[in-house]
């Protein structure tokens, strides 16, 4: 029987994040979660309800804290947790969004740009995907995802006795190589840095993360 690996996904992302990652990971079983509620605790709870009693969890971006909520509320059931282009610090949200005019057409091309590496800042194709995604998502996902409180991972990222990776990306400039050290640290894990790619790791070098993960997965599960 293959290991189920739980992929959540990132900001405004759905399960086409995953489209050239997932068929990768042969040896494994991709379960695609979707990131929905108001909190993060709420989000976990959901996604806890469909997995299967015994899982490899990998969170991106903002899946990264709700893979952290997850470990908080059911760590024993966690076989092997990866991080990628994610962080531990707090956050808060804004005070207010602004409002949309007229029907949600996703996130504008110009911070989708700064999510990419400079190699990917002009493929419109790919631009266009990520838009199609945050349009399906809709605007109740968008202001649910904005709103939500982050507080710092770090104290139930201690407390996990799976094995831990981390995955940064050379170019990411939304989240620094010092946040990833940071959840390192926390979890005494490994690091491993994906060269050539922006935030969007998954989309961006999705062959290159996917053997990082196949790769250290068969190191680390017995």
Not at 131 to 152: K, N, P
């Amino acid at each position: 029987m293959r290991v189920p690996i739980v992929l959540l996904p990132g900001y405004m992302t759905d399960a086409d994040l995953w489209s050239e990652f997932a068929p990768a990971l042969r040896d494994y079983d991709p379960r695609h979660a979707a990131l929905e509620g108001s909190s993060l605790e709420e989000i976990a709870t959901a996604v806890l309800r469909d997995c299967p009693a015994r899982f490899v969890l990998l969170g991106f971006s903002l899946g990264g804290y709700v893979a952290q909520e997850i470990v908080r509320m059911a760590g024993d059931r966690v076989m092997a947790l990866v991080l990628v282009a994610t962080s531990a610090r707090a956050g808060t949200p804004p005070s207010q969004l602004s409002p949309v005019q007229g029907r949600f057409k996703g996130l504008s091309a110009a911070s989708i740009r700064t999510s990419l590496g400079p190699q990917r800042q002009g493929d419109q194709a790919l631009i266009e995907r990520i838009q199609r995604m945050g349009e399906r998502l809709g605007e109740r996902v968008y202001r649910d995802q904005s709103g939500l409180v982050r507080e710092s991972g770090l104290p139930a990222l201690r407390q996990v006795r799976c094995p831990v990776l981390v995955v940064a990306a050379d170019h990411d400039a939304l989240r620094t190589l010092e946040e990833s050290q940071e959840m390192v640290a926390a979890t005494g894990g490994d690091f491993a840095l994906v060269e050539g790619s922006g935030h969007m790791i998954p989309m961006e070098q999705p062959q290159r993360l996917a053997a990082v993960v196949s790769g250290w997965l068969q190191k680390r599960l017995p």
